[in-house]
């Protein structure tokens, strides 16, 4: 394994750290501040952050393949240290056109959509002009296992008909949310489970569709992208927005999901390593029964645990979309799913003690780190829970061994 960046990659580290450093650690409060005042609107500070990141070429880093112009055409072994910078701050990967769910929806609609699709959705997602949502977890099923969605898509002529209610929607709160990927039951009475489910797309002002309320993580909303509950009643869209055809939504979700995951650990480790950051300072200043902190034992080993968890886990993740790149998604699944059961669980150990050596700060609004520890939490259930990813990746390594 090489894990030595060429010079356009070592390029893009430091210039999306000299962006980060000049423009959006600077205005962390600031962007709060306009989110309060327009909840579901994307603030102007953040179409402001756009333009320029834009303008410098810093955008579009996460599409592994080159899609024209409006890729930089990076490996995701390339992108993995970009997204760590970027995941230091919870809304920083928009700013650079990297956020999810519009990363998944665009991957999905590159490989999969064809040519009408792309130009009217998926050039404009590229070009950063609209935003997107994927709806596929349901609140009465086990939606971690696709096969159980139950959103009804019935084909009516030259239409299909959906019926059904989506909750978890990231993204769908938003007012420049223009457009849906949804995915449900075409064929419910196949025998073969993995076929009875497609993926369409859905115009967020098609008649029918009803955003009833944005569900809370932990108490945040997670404004302005937010996290709806969706009904979809009577609902119809042209038999063109099926995406790849009837019966390829489950294919469609397992190929999204794994570039998807393993983003979501890069941006944990960015997420953990700013955290740590901030412990090393809090414990350099603040003076505790009358000596810095860092003199206590307990705090020296606090750091030290939370560094080696963070390098095993980025050397993990490292390796992991190294062999996406080189053998594929589905040879580097046992590695997606191992970092994916590791890095949240990594991110959250450490978060907590940096909440700790903050004392009461750590738990409010004048840090990141308790907003950070809540999507941290989240993330152990988004895209597959642990528990999902642990009996899989124990079933395959078994069968290796054992045959």
Known sequence: MNFEYSDKVKDLIARVTEFMDLYVYPVEAEMHKQVELDPWSTPPLMEDLKAKAKAQGLWNLFLPLSYGKYSAGLTNLEYAPLAEIMGKVLWAPEVFNCAAPDTGNMEVLAKYGNETQKKQWLEPLLEGNIRSAFAMTEPDVASSDATNIELSIVRDGDEYVINGRKFYISGACRKQCEIMIVMGKTDPENSNRYIQQSQVLVPMKTPGVTVVRPMKVFGYDDAPEGHAEVVFDNVRVPVDNIIMGEGKGFEIAQGRLGPGRIHHCMRSIGAAQRALDLMCKRVSERIVFGQPMIKQQSIREDIAKSACQIEQARLMTLKAAQKMDTEGNKAAKDLIA??????????????????????????????????????QRSLRLADGPDQVHMMQLGRDLVKKVAG
């Open 338 to 375: 191992m970092i994916k059961i590791v890095a949240p669980s990594m991110a959250l150990d450490v978060i907590d003690r940096a909440i700790q050596c903050h004392g009461a700060a750590g738990v409010g609004q004048d840090t990141f780190l308790a907003h950070a520890w809540a999507a």
